[in-house]
Each structure stands twice: as C-alpha cells, then as structure tokens.
T-cell receptor
C-alpha cells in the first residue's frame, strides 16, 4: 500500500493567490482528516470527512478555507485568497476504523 | 471544551537513560489514546496506542500507561538512543469512539544526547 498521498509536497505562492492542496487516502479508509501544523499553534484539525461527507469543519479558520471530498479516493483543501499567515505544513490523514489515523507526508505551504 | 495537556514541552536525556512524557485529558468519555513520533521534516507516525480497557501496554523499549480515574496517560521510553530524538505527540479520542476525532497535545521535543 502506498499510504496517504499528498500533492504538491511544497508550494510557494504570493498573497492573494488561490492554493489547492490534494490528498489521496489509503484505499478502504472511511475517514479523512485535514490538519495544519505550525510552531505556534501545533497540530490543528481543520476538517474531517466520513464516507465523503464533512462531519466537523469547526477548525476551518475562516471562509477563505474550503474542503471537498468528491469521492472516496480524493480530497482537496482550497485557500482563496491566500495570506502569509496561512504558511504552514498541511497534513492529510486517513483512518480505516474509528481512531487510528495514518498521516500523509504533508504539503509545506509558503505564502509570500 | 476538549483539551489535552502534554508535559514537558522539551526533554533532554543522556543515551541509555529513560524518558517519560505525560498527558492529561479533559473528556471522561475518551477511550482511545495514541502516541505519535514526528522526526524533523517528516509526518507524525503512530508508535503505540492504548484503549481504555487496558492499563498498560508495552512494545519493546516503549510503554504506555493509562489512569482513567485521574485522566492521564504517559509514554515511557527505556534505554533511549539518539534515533529516539524527535517530537512526540499524545492524543485522546474526542468523546466516545463514534466521532473518529482525535485531540492532540502540544508535543514534546525529546533530545537524546550521545
């Protein structure tokens, strides 16, 4: 199994641009999670899905952030417009059953 | 609200010594407690977990203990090695296991000096 796949691994963009992060969960996993990690705030849960349906988006910082899961093998996290304070590492994780989460390699986002 | 406190934030030990990281949680309904290790520039990886029906679990040099009454759990690493140097995160399930959500601690940076 390839594990959770994320793309791109690194993204550098300018303030105001749209950013789209992508995630492919492990096949057969019912849950998908998006996290943001920074030195100041640690690991924050942004949103998670169960069977492609968003369950809890209370961690999404503001309306500039949106996430979708159109099918069981693909999810996107979009930031529009991006701001320098969005710079962070964004992790996607998936879970085959409740609780045990497996993380992807992350996308390091830098907004200039 | 739901919260997981982790201590210490940094820990430095000599190679061969033991290291202990402690976490407390607020939600009495939590019943799953994983520990993740994150090396610099890498993803968090599950190293051990424990469920509420068990008080202790061991895997080679790593052990985790759980005290549900006091709502705290700990990670114990014995005979530490330089490759144990990393950031360690504890987590607790949010409420019962029905939500699938984990609440993470702030992390402990462990440095093992050769």
């Amino acid at each position: 199994d390839a594990g959770v796949i994320q793309s791109p691994r690194h993204e550098v963009t300018e303030m105001g641009q749209e950013v789209t992060l992508r995630c492919k969960p492990i096949s057969g996993h019912d849950y998908l999670f998006w996290y943001r990690q920074t030195m100041m705030r640690g690991l924050e849960l942004l949103i998670y899905f169960n069977n492609n349906v968003p369950i809890d988006d209370s961690g999404m910082p503001e309306d500039r952030f949106s996430a979708k899961m159109p099918n069981a093998s693909f999810s996107t996290l979009k930031i529009q417009p991006s701001e320098p304070r969005d710079s962070a590492v964004y992790f996607c994780a998936s879970s085959p059953i409740l609780d045990t989460q497996y993380f992807g390699p992350g996308t390091r986002l830098t907004v200039l | 609200g739901e919260n997981v406190e982790q201590h210490p934030s940094t820990l430095s030990v000599q190679e061969g010594d033991s290291a202990v990281i402690k976490c407390t949680y607020s939600d009495s309904a939590s019943n799953y407690f994983p520990w993740y290790k994150q090396e610099l520039g890498k993803r968090p990886q599950l190293i051990i977990d424990i469920r509420s029906n068990v008080g202790e679990k061991k895997d080679q040099r790593i052990a985790v203990t759980l005290n549900k009454t006091a709502k705290h759990f700990s990670l114990h690493i014995t005979e530490t090695q330089p490759e144990d140097s990393a950031v360690y995160f504890c987590a607790a399930s949010s409420g019962s296991s029905n939500t699938g959500k984990l609440i993470f601690g702030q992390g402990t940076t462990l440095q093992v000096k050769p």
